[in-house]
């Protein structure tokens, strides 16, 4: 009786799920992983205005393939419209959705204008717009049930810090290929705790990678653990060039996509760390 169930309600199952999804008469074909050759999308996250009256426009990214990272340098094929094609955003881009990756300032004035970021990969131009529309205002810099906010970030023991996907820079370091290059990074956070972790100490992480340049770059440990708000980590270029390297701190909310995954876009802060390699 059980095996006579299992074969109707495998073949009960093909009926509604063929390989092809049936819709409204409409065969649509069902999308299938891949592990290379796909797409990158960017993704217009949503605005926060900061205490200077200005605003931030967030934006993150969606790699479709499961394995490839793509390198995409800016200019035709990775550029802001209009006004000047850098804007900040990576040229690296790791697979499946990234959110909230870095953020533009526009002035108090910016109104109902546009910028948009334009990606051409996988045989595809996708471009998507920012704006300041107003049921896109997010709360990148506080969560609103419980008063938490993002964890700071510094690169030096008495430097400014950054918070929120704004973030902030780090001076220029200056190494040579091969050479293991240290990284300093300084977080603190408000301490305030989730519910689910009642009974344990507030968590505080970071995570390293390469947001741009021309080669690769290896980390010693690209979560280093941070000891009074302090964490250390080394790091290998293997081509010369100019670097940028993305440093995502997040707090007791847990890692972006545990955020997203609940509707909440606080709290973590960006970071990132220039680098000169000869």
């Known amino acids: 009786m059980k095996r ?3 074969i109707v309600l495998a073949l009960a199952w093909l009926q509604l799920f063929p390989i ?3 819709a409204q008469g409409n065969l649509i074909e069902a999308p299938l992983p891949h592990s290379k050759g796909q797409s990158v999308s960017p993704s ?6 900061n205490a200077d009256g200005s605003f931030s426009l967030v934006f993150g990214y969606f790699n479709r393939n499961y394995e490839e990272h793509l390198s995409i340098p800016v200019g035709e094929d990775n550029q802001f419209e209009p006004g000047p094609p ?3 955003q990576p040229e690296f881009f790791y697979p499946r ?3 909230g990756v870095f953020a533009i300032k526009v002035p108090a004035d910016f109104g109902d204008h546009t910028l948009t970021w334009r990606i051409n990969s996988g045989s595809e131009s996708i471009a998507i717009p920012g704006h300041l529309r107003p049921e896109w205002e997010i709360t990148a810099l506080e969560e609103v049930t419980s008063g938490n906010t ?3 970030v510094r690169f030096s023991a008495n430097g400014e810090p950054g918070q929120g996907p704004m973030g902030t820079y780090s001076l220029t370091i200056s190494t040579t290929v091969g050479e293991s290059t240290e990284l300093i990074i300084w977080s603190e956070d408000d301490g305030v705790k989730k519910s689910r972790s009642v009974g344990t100490p507030a968590r505080n992480g970071l995570v390293l990678g390469k947001y741009r340049g021309p080669g690769k770059v290896e980390f010693v440990d690209e979560t280093p653990r941070l000891d009074d708000g ?3 980590t080394q790091a290998i270029f293997d081509a010369p060039g100019e670097y940028v390297l993305r440093v995502l701190a997040w707090d007791d909310s847990g890692g972006q996509a545990f955020i997203m995954a609940g509707g909440f876009f606080c709290c973590w802060t960006n970071g990132y760390i220039k680098v000169i390699v000869e």
Do not use: I, L, M, S
């Not at 217009?44 to 205005?49: L, R, S, T, V």
């Open 44 to 49: 217009f996250e949503g605005w926060y205005p």
């Open 86 to 88: 850098d804007r900040g």
């Open 150 to 152: 993002p964890p700071t």
């Open 97 to 99: 959705r990234h959110t």
């Open 20 to 22: 092809a999804v049936q």
């Open 230 to 232: 302090k964490a250390t």
């Open 4 to 6: 006579t169930f299992q």
